[in-house]
């Protein structure tokens, strides 16, 4: 059973480990689409529309005091007004409209300039490239998840983050499962090991602390993670995060590996 939890352990955690790269690497493609283009371009297909806004200079505004500019004249596109609004971040005046694309029989790029009569406030500028269908705007896509698969990358990002988060969860949750069937078994796992540097010098040990500290001095049983004996070890001291041990001979002890405690003797004092 041991075995077989930390088998689906490393499994889960591979899996975790994969599909977080995975959603960063989106989420880094999405940003530099977004870098390479701009916040001002819109991409349309016949029949699309694009909600866009602007911040409005006038204290009473009116509809008639908007001034949309569209280049080349005659381009297959439409503004449409909407209102005008107060904004929420600083309240300040803002207009809200959209822009629509009409049929189009090759790809087109056309500008919309915004302003207000009378203000001295520059225009805005947005470039509107019209796409003859779908297929051509995927095609030409500055993100490459989007090019390749058609998804938004930072929706691709959120949604392969939150698988990454839940298998992540999974080997969390084997993990505390696993820690139970050491407890169980009178095992805890070596996760650190120190050899000596020069010949003579002690290799250290580092396992997760036993619910009763051991005395220091106390012998323990090294075992591989089959539960093969290795050799033994003694206790050093316990802290609130890990034991210490210092290893008896030169046996090939590594992270993974077992300790158990072999029970009172006079010998370890």
Not at 153 to 178: D, E, I
Not at 218 to 247: K, P, S
Request: positive net charge; glycine residues 8%; contains cysteine.
């Amino acid at each position: 059973m041991l075995r077989h939890l930390r088998r689906r352990q490393q499994i889960a955690g591979f899996w975790s480990a994969l599909i977080l790269s995975a959603a960063i690497l989106a989420m880094l493609d999405g940003l530099q689409a977004v870098v390479r283009g701009s916040a001002y371009q819109l991409d349309l297909i016949p029949g699309e529309r694009e909600e866009i806004s602007g911040p409005c200079p006038s204290a009473l505004p009116k509809p008639s005091d908007l001034v949309v500019r569209i280049e080349p004249e005659g381009a297959p596109i439409r503004f449409l007004f909407d209102d005008f609004y107060a904004s929420y971040w600083t309240g300040t005046g803002m207009w809200r409209g959209a822009i629509a694309a009409e049929e189009v029989a090759d790809r087109q790029r056309c500008t919309v300039h915004v302003s207000f009569r009378n203000a001295p406030v520059k225009a805005l500028e947005f470039i509107v490239l019209l796409w003859e269908d779908a297929a051509a705007r995927q095609a030409a896509a500055l993100s490459w998840v989007r090019r390749y698969s058609g998804l938004n990358p930072f929706l691709a990002a959120l949604g392969l983050g939150l698988v990454g988060l839940a298998c992540g969860l999974v080997n969390f949750t084997l993990s505390r499962r696993t820690q139970a069937a050491l407890r169980a078994l009178g095992l805890n796992e070596i996760f650190r090991v120190k050899r000596g540097l020069k010949a003579g010098e002690d290799t250290t040990l580092w396992c997760l602390p036993f619910q009763e500290a051991p005395r220091p001095g106390e012998i323990f049983a090294v075992t591989d993670a089959t539960g093969r004996h290795l050799g033994e070890a003694r206790a050093r001291i316990q802290g609130r995060a890990a034991l210490e041990l210092r290893l008896i001979g030169d046996q090939p002890v590594m992270p993974g590996c077992m300790v158990r405690r072999m029970g009172d003797t006079s010998a370890a004092q």
